[in-house]
């Protein structure tokens, strides 16, 4: 069965330092690795997928995400963090088939400080 | 936005009452999820839906039951709902075959007194 670990329950960084979300996932096959935003109270939005091919992935809100298949890691990243960024982020790990389920790591919570 | 609403978005009832949330989407999409979110937890997988009638367990199945009658509509059932019921539901669908992110609705929040 997949699993995922996102060992960094909060982190705090300031307005417009740099940011690294860590995320390690354990599955038998090639992944598929996700990324989600979810802002207080409100559903979960995706930041970027990887699916195959190039390791490092753009997203939306000038977040990326290097797949390394030798750590069995997917860290998010971003240059320089905005207040808005402020959330919890989310990383998970689908199945290809099965149903094509998703198994989500436990969340990071963002602290941005002014 | 991929067409998914919930409801109802907030609902308090009491323990050994039923309960039934709907989850209800516009485009068609073949698979249907349901997740619960609990602090510390992430979201986990209660039931999924592949079709019209077709259905399976997820991860966390025990107390819940799930109906799909129609493409659009993916009904979660509490039987008999207890207080460790108590969360925040999410209901999800599939992008279309060949990608498999999935796209989540606004959420319903249960509390079970």
């Known amino acids: 069965a997949q699993s995922v670990t996102q060992p960094d329950i909060h982190i705090t960084v300031s307005e417009g330092a740099s940011l690294e979300l860590r995320c390690n996932y354990s599955y038998g096959a090639t992944p598929y690795l996700f990324w989600y935003v979810q802002s207080p109270g409100q559903g979960l939005q995706l930041l970027l997928k990887y699916f195959s091919g190039d390791t490092l992935v753009q997203g939306i809100k000038g977040f990326e995400a290097e797949f390394k298949r030798s750590q069995s890691s997917f860290n998010l990243r971003k240059p320089s963090v905005h207040w808005s960024d402020a959330a919890e982020y989310f990383c998970a790990v689908g199945t290809t088939g099965g149903g094509n389920k998703l198994t989500f790591g436990t969340g990071t919570q963002l602290k941005v400080e002014l | 936005d991929a067409g998914i609403t919930q409801s109802p978005r907030h609902k308090v009832t009491e323990t050994g009452t039923p309960v039934t949330l709907r989850c209800h989407q516009t485009e068609n999409h073949r698979y249907m999820y349901w997740y619960r979110q609990d602090p510390g937890h992430g979201l986990r997988l209660i039931h999924y839906s592949y079709g019209v009638k077709d259905t399976d367990k997820g991860e966390v199945s025990d107390g819940y039951s799930v109906s799909r009658s129609k493409t659009e509509d993916f009904l979660l059932t509490l039987e008999s709902a207890t207080s460790s019921q108590t969360s925040v539901y999410f209901c999800?669908?599939?992008?279309?075959?060949?990608?498999?992110?999935?796209?989540f609705g606004p959420g319903t929040r249960l509390t079970v007194t």
């Open positions: 999800a669908i599939r992008a279309r075959s060949g990608d498999y992110e999935q796209y």
